[in-house]
T-cell receptor, first 115, second 114 residues
């Protein structure tokens, strides 16, 4: 029973266009959400995060939107670049800034940005 | 500044053998996590430690799996005996519990059990 779902296993986008990666969650107690990026043969690396008190967080080309009523978040990449091609994981946490820090991950979406 | 270090990077073993995976967290981080990644289940948490103490091991699949953290700079994940279905990539991650919930991942160990 997955608490964090990424329903699109893959996404293909043209260079320069917008990439939108989606994530749904089931537990309304989650209070912090993160996106990780993973290249082949490497560990996931932190990309951007958002706490449940916000509905948007922006960092350069990356913006994460949170819709708490819909239990949905999305990652927007604008403009997309070939170097953005990777697997993107959505993750959620119950204990923002607390001592536990356990993250629950989605299964990932593989983004391919074509030149 | 060294990140999370895992060894070995690749391990190929035969069914029934003991496998030990190693992790050195980032210095100063006091939480350590072991994950397993498979195609079917994605990234799943196996166990995590806070200040060297196991907090939640509910993700450990069976008694064949065990994890230890004897000190703040070293942890092991052991599988004994190993089975082909244990083949996966195992990641270690660490975190400073005084900061946000961002975890820093190591490069992973790709385990193949024949």
């Amino acid at each position: 029973d997955q608490q964090v779902k990424q329903n699109s296993p893959s996404l293909s986008v043209q260079e320069g266009r917008i990439s939108i990666l989606n994530c749904d969650y089931t537990n309304s107690m989650f209070d912090y959400f993160l996106w990780y990026k993973k290249y082949p043969a490497e560990g996931p690396t932190f990309l951007i995060s958002i706490s449940s008190i916000k509905d948007k967080n922006e960092d350069g080309r990356f913006t994460v939107f949170l819709n708490k009523s819909a239990k949905h978040l999305s990652l927007h990449i604008v403009p997309s670049q070939p170097g953005d091609s990777a697997v993107y994981f959505c993750a959620a946490s119950f204990d923002y800034g607390g001592s536990q820090g356990n993250l629950i991950f989605g299964k990932g979406t593989k983004l391919s940005v074509k030149p | 500044d060294a990140g999370v270090i895992q060894s070995p990077r690749h391990e190929v073993t035969e069914m029934g053998q003991e496998v030990t995976l190693r992790c050195k967290p980032i210095s100063g981080h006091n939480s350590l996590f072991w994950y397993r990644q498979t195609m079917m289940r994605g990234l799943e948490l196996l166990i995590y430690f806070n200040n060297n103490v196991p907090i939640d091991d509910s993700g450990m699949p069976e008694d064949r799996f065990s994890a230890k953290m004897p000190n703040a700079s070293f942890s092991t994940l052991k599988i004994q005996p190993s089975e082909p279905r244990d083949s996966a990539v195992y990641f270690c991650a660490s975190r400073n519990s005084g900061s946000y919930n961002e975890q820093f991942f190591g490069p992973g160990t790709r385990l193949t059990v024949l």
